[in-house]
C-alpha cells in the first residue's frame, strides 16, 4: 500500500522534501498556512514598481549541489544564470576604486596566487590567515578565529560573512563562517559562479515544483493551517486543521514539519529553536540597467552592501539591516538609490521603488543561536523537522533549507527500508 507523507510549510524546505519524497514513491500532500507557496523565498507582482520581484534577492552558487539538484528534479536549472566564471566585481564608494575577484573555473583556490585576480593591495600570507575558519567550532566567535581588520577583510571577508551569516562577521559562529569558506572560496572558482533566478524566485524554485506535484497527483493545499498534532504511544496519529478538519495518520506515514520556527515551537511544545533574529532590506528600482551592468556587484563603503542587475530593474541587499528598518520608506529609498547611482554609474531622479524589509529574515547565525537549532529528529517517530533554521552545518541559505528538506525525506526514507 502507498504510504503518504504529509508536509507541513510550502517554502522551499518542505518542497523539497515534497519533490525527494514523491520520486521515491510516496503520496504526498503539503498543507501550507498562507494562500502563497514559497515562504520567504517567493515573488509577487508589485503596484508600485508595475513589476514582480522578489521578496529577498538570493544568491546560488554553482556549488550549491542540493539547491541545484532540486531545480534539476523540477525541470528549473537552465533557469539559474549566471556568468561562465566565478567573477565578482566590486566597488568602494569611499575611494571610488574598482576592481574584480576572478575565482577562474578550477576546482582548486590557485586564483590566490595571482596577483591580478585576487583583491588588490592584498597578498597570499593574508589568506592564509583565513585558515582558522575551516576548522574552527561552531561554538567560538569569527573574531576570535581570525582578524577582522585590514584590507582583505574589508573588501572580501567582511561582505561575504555579512551576507551569509546576517550578523555582524565578529559575533558570528566560526564553525559556519568555515562551512561557507570551504564550500566557496576554498573550493575554487568552480563552487563559486554566481546564480541568479533571472525570470524570479517563484519562477524557477516554487511554482514548478508545485506543478511537479500536483500534476503527478499530488496535493498541494493553500490557506490550510495546522492547529496541532494528535500524538500516542510516541507518535503522530492524527493532523488537527480545526474543527472536524482531522487528517488521520496511518502506519508507515510520516510527517515533515517545514515552519518557521515560532510556529514550530508553538506545534510542538518544549521544542528548542533559535530565539533572535535580523532583518534584511531589500530594494527594487523600475531602472533599466546600463549594458555594461554585471548581474552583481560589490559595493564597499555605502549602505548597499549588493546591487543586482535584472531585466527593466535594479536591486539591492542589505544584511543584518536592524538599524534600516525603522527608517522612513521615502529617506531610506532616496538613500540608498544614491548608493545605487555611484556603484552603478547610473544618475537620474529617484524611479519607482519598492523598500521590502524582512524583520525576521534570518535566525542571528552566533554560536549561541546556533546551540538552538534543533536536529531532523524529534521525539515522536514519524515526525522529522526542515527548515534554514534547523542544524544543518550552514548558516540559514536556500541551499540548507533544500538540504534540511532532503535530510528530512532521506530519513523517513531509511525508516521506511529499515
Known sequence: MQKTAHIIGAGI????????????????????ATHQAGGRCRSYFDGATNLTIDNGNHLLLSGNGHARAYARSIGTEAGLVG?????????????????????????????????GRRVPDTGLTDYLKLAPLIWAS??????????????????????????????????????????????????????????????????????????????????VQLGHELHSFVSKDGKVFALNFGGEDVIQIADGDAIVMAVPPRAAASLLPGLKTP????????????????????????VIGGVVEWLFAFPNRLSVTISNGDRLVDMPREELAQTIWNDVCKAGGVSGELPPWQIVRERRATFAAT?????????????????????????????????????SGDRAADLILAAQRG
Request: net charge negative; hydrophobic share 45%; with cysteine.
Open 13 to 32: 524546505s518542505g518542497l523539497s522534501a515534497a519533490v525527494r519524497l514523491a520520486n521515491a514513491g510516496f503520496k504526498v500532500a503539503v498543507h501550507e
Open 83 to 115: 556568468p561562465e566564471r566565478a567573477q565578482f566585481p566590486f566597488v568602494d564608494l569611499a575611494t571610488g576604486q574598482r576592481w574584480q575577484l576572478d575565482l577562474g573555473d578550477g576546482r582548486l583556490p590557485t586564483w590566490v596566487l595571482d596577483e
Open 138 to 219: 561552531e561554538e567560538t566567535l569569527v573574531g576570535k578565529s581570525i582578524p577582522c581588520e585590514g584590507i582583505l577583510y574589508q573588501r572580501l571577508v567582511q561582505p561575504l560573512l555579512l551576507a551569509a551569516l546576517n550578523v555582524d562577521p565578529p559575533e558570528g559562529s566560526a564553525g559556519l563562517a568555515g562551512a561557507i569558506v570551504r564550500e566557496t572560496l576554498l573550493a575554487g572558482g568552480q563552487a563559486c559562479r554566481p546564480l541568479i533566478a533571472r525570470d524570479g524566485l517563484s519562477a524557477v524554485l516554487i511554482e514548478p515544483a508545485v506543478k511537479f506535484l500536483t500534476e503527478r497527483g499530488h496535493c
Open 275 to 298: 530565539t533572535e533574529f535580523r532583518a534584511i532590506v531589500n530594494a527594487h528600482f523600475r531602472f533599466e540597467p546600463p549594458p555594461h551592468a554585471a548581474p552583481i556587484l560589490g
Open 367 to 403: 554560536p549561541a543561536q546556533n546551540a538552538l537549532r534543533p536536529g531532523p529528529v524529534t521525539a515522536l517517530k514519524n515526525l522529522f523537522l526542515a527548515g534554514d533554521w534547523t542544524a544543518t552545518g550552514l548558516p540559514a541559505t536556500i541551499e540548507g533549507s533544500v538540504r
